[in-house]
């Protein structure tokens, strides 16, 4: 005769069996000589599972067996550390499925300008992405021909040092001799250098 259909929440029916772990599929024309115990094999539900990475990269979204054990994925954001997930990640696969997202702390870093012989330097702990002020820096008897490597507009994510890259002054020294002759009118001498010897003039 007909087998009755049973039912489960949160499963469909599959067939009945001649064992709890399937064995031989039992047919309404299987001929009985004898008492016997049959199973319900069933096919749990189907529920989606996302892991919203929330800005990094790693996330997951698919159909899952309902109570079948969950794995969240690694996930990564550049200049972030992964706190964990909101809700906590259950065990199992729930009615409905779930939607876990991933929490997030900015990094900070070490921002150096180094002033490189002169004056106006600093090193500041930013997070990263945070817009960077870039100092105004001085060195006597020098003229300031910008940074090294390139300052970024924000906060890279890794520690930096940003060079500060000068240009030594050079001055003209005139001479005047005075009614005489000597060949040139003035000599040019590096910022802190000695003038040197000087050219001997002459004068009728």
Excluded at 47 to 55: E, K, L, P, R
Excluded at 82 to 110: C, I, S
């Amino acid at each position: 005769g007909e087998l009755p259909i049973p039912t489960r929440a949160n499963y469909s029916f599959d067939a009945w069996y001649s064992s709890g772990s399937g064995g031989v599929r039992i047919l309404p024309s299987d001929v009985v000589t004898s008492d016997m115990q049959i199973y319900a094999h069933w096919i749990p539900d189907k529920y989606t599972v996302t892991f919203d990475a929330n800005g990094g990269v790693g996330g997951t979204s698919g159909l899952m067996d309902y109570e079948s054990a969950i794995v969240a994925p690694t996930v990564t954001r550049t200049g972030y550390t992964f706190k964990g997930w909101t809700p906590t990640v259950a065990a199992t696969v729930p009615v409905g499925g779930a939607t876990y997202t991933a929490l997030w702390q900015v990094n900070r870093y070490t921002v150096t300008f180094n002033a490189n012989g002169g004056v106006g330097g600093k090193s500041v702990r930013q997070d990263y992405g945070t817009v960077i002020a870039v100092p105004t820096v001085t060195r006597t008897g020098y003229t300031f021909k910008g940074w090294s490597p390139e300052v970024a507009v924000t906060v890279p994510a890794s520690d930096v040092t940003y060079t500060a890259q000068w240009e030594i002054n050079k001055y003209s020294v005139t001479l005047d001799v005075n009614g005489g002759t000597c060949g040139t009118e003035s000599i040019t001498v590096e910022h802190g250098a000695t003038v040197g010897a000087l050219p001997a003039p002459t004068r009728e």
